[in-house]
């Protein structure tokens, strides 16, 4: 009896749980990448104890990867003589780690998962408990398998209507987010559901997961149903069978509705990722770099939009546009299928999967001044490089059409080939 | 007795450390550029003692403990805000950063303000304005995990469950 986060600690606890309880589980993986791992390590060392379960530690290379620098190069160096010390069969060095743990099969309906990254929230959107964690926990789950939690309140976030052509799951997420405002979620869990979210593929429902960290929230989870088993099934290594779990007679701490039917698409702008306007609101504001990438909106479908509004064009001459698939499998399947070839021949830079740009490290740096449109999920000042520099959200198309003139352009407005 | 230093709601993860430090994990170096993006005076003439002041949800953002190291790092004896992001605060008890948690200081205290903390009972002094509060209580284990000075001092000497008490 409960809702979703509550039946899915019930199950893990042994007994049944609510909100405010504190519970110590165990987790079903321990994610942590190349930014987070070295402290992890520091931690582990310092414990000294022994690694409880290795197969239920995963890595990822992917923050910075290949390394831009010498730091960067020695800290893959000392991840690797780590991994072999310990003989953990699990180093990921194939794109975003989030990306690559859905499709390796370590995500499945009613998992817990513990990542030391922020965006761990995007394994809810296939009904797991994903959650981050600093890198101190994930080396304490090294040695304990567990991680303590205090059960959240959940907020239900009730989607209904269909959106207009031009508006994505994006727009959808970034106007919820801009009206729960980014702590209108801290420390509760956000149900995502409603005949919009029931309807969505799995691509897009991982937007809502993704996001539901930037307005602070513990997950944000979607209950399993036939779409999560099909594309665990299919576009995953995940083995089941598949529990699923659902809500039973939830008692929610609020519920929000939005209905989406007349929405247009939205824009975060500069410097908060609540500061959501609709298009119309900045459009015609020059920008200097766009972004197509991150965990949150560059999987294969994303490259499909955006490859289908610059194909047979040319982006902006002074306007960067770069385009960094989320995993060397969507990179993949973007080569075969001719997206890649779409996308360079409009002028993109299209770069090997990972993190960099998002986080200001390598391949997107910018400058004093500069203003970028991204897919990302957060806008924070001085994230992308310069402190002087702006950054702004939006869905693949917004990103797309906006590269063609070099200023925040409708999507709406651009004639597709 | 230390400086307050004062700071805005939303204070996030960048702002405290920006990405592009995150290279390293040593507190001293990234101390270097704690608050840098905000308060760029604030890593030279930070001093020991002195105390961190933030607003509404403190810490949000990225998971990244570099920014409560860094702030320890800055040697000051504490941050008091109003609320904390989640996974900041996990951080914070973890490394053994000293938070409370205290609305009504926040409100009374302003940037130079001489400020005195008890970290034991809670206990705020403004010596500036002469005003005194109380912070809210933490919960049992996490003053279990504060007491052995982080958690991985507390498994060396414990198993995981007795944090459950």
New interface residues.
Partial sequence: MGTLIEEILSRKAGKPVQAGE?V?VDADYMMSHD??T??AI??FR????PIHDKNRIVLHFDH?YPAP?L??AG?HRMIIDFVKEQELPFLFKQGVCHQVMIEEGFIAPGAIVI????H?NTYGALGAFGT??????I??GW??G?A?FRVPETIRVEVTGQTQPGVYAKDVMLHITGELG??GG??RSIEFGGEYIDNLPMHERIIFSNMSTEV?A?CGLIAADQTTIDYLENETCAEGPFDIIQPVHPVYESVVNFDVSALTPQVACHP?VDNVSPIAGVEGLEIHQVYIGTCTNARYEDLVVAASILKGKRVHDYTHVIVTPASNRIYEKALKNGLIETLMQAGCTVTQPGCGAC???HGGILAAGERALTTMN?N????M?S?EAEIYLSSPATAAASALTGRITDPRTIQEN | MGKAWTFEDNMNTDEIIPGRYNITIDPLELAEHVFCEVKPEFPEQVQPGDIVVGGQNFGCGSSREHAPIAIKGSQVKCVIAKSYARIFFRNSVNIGLPILECPPAVDDITEGDLVEVNLSSGVITNQTKGTSYQANPLPDFVIRIAEAGGIVNFLKEHDIQELMG
């Avoid at chain 1, 310092?46 to 104890?49: D, E």
């Avoid at chain 1, 990542?115 to 922020?118: E, F, K, P, T, Y």
């Avoid at chain 1, 924070?380 to 994230?383: A, D, E, L, N, T």
């Fill in positions: 504190i110590m930014n987070t070295p402290l520091k931690a310092n414990i000294g104890k910075a620098n730091m960067a800290n990542g030391a990254d922020s761990s981050g964690l600093g890198s101190t926990e080396g304490v040695v304990t567990k303590w980014m702590d801290t420390y602070g513990k908060d986080i200001g490290r957060r924070f000042i001085g994230r490089g402190p």
